[in-house]
Nanobody, 115 residues
Framework: QVQLVESGGGLVQPGGSLRLSCGFSGSIFSSYTMGWYRQVPGKQREWVADITSDGTTTYKDSVKGRFTISRDNAKNAAYLQMNSLKPEDTAVYYC?????????WGQGTQVTVSP
């Protein structure tokens, strides 16, 4: 059974940076597309970024140029480097792993951007 564990969230001032990590276990990490999503109370979870098994990346328009998704297949981990953070980036951030027909989610990590 695949398990995902996020870490790296916290409180940061506007303009600051955070790096989220997603640890993966239970299957062959390199064969999965990894993604980051975020959710604020009362709103639907929204997609932030993806990285495929071959390293192709895609981003939500509002984070392009500020966020970078990456993966380290040797460490079974995915990352989200977040720079120039804004208050509207405040959310619980979730890691997702997918390989047809299965999808797995982590438990989430809180990111708060506030003065």
């Amino acid at each position: 059974q695949v398990q995902l564990v996020e870490s790296g969230g916290g409180l940061v001032q506007p303009g600051g940076s955070l790096r989220l990590s997603c640890g993966f276990s239970g299957s062959i990490f390199s064969s999965y597309t990894m993604g980051w999503y975020r959710q604020v109370p009362g709103k639907q979870r929204e997609w932030v970024a993806d990285i495929t098994s071959d390293g192709t990346t895609t981003y939500k328009d509002s984070v392009k140029g500020r966020f970078t998704i990456s993966r380290d297949n040797a460490k079974n981990a995915a990352y989200l480097q977040m720079n120039s953070l804004k208050p509207e980036d405040t959310a619980v951030y979730y890691c997702k792993a997918r390989r047809w027909p299965n999808t797995y989610w982590g438990q989430g990590t809180q990111v708060t951007v506030s003065p």
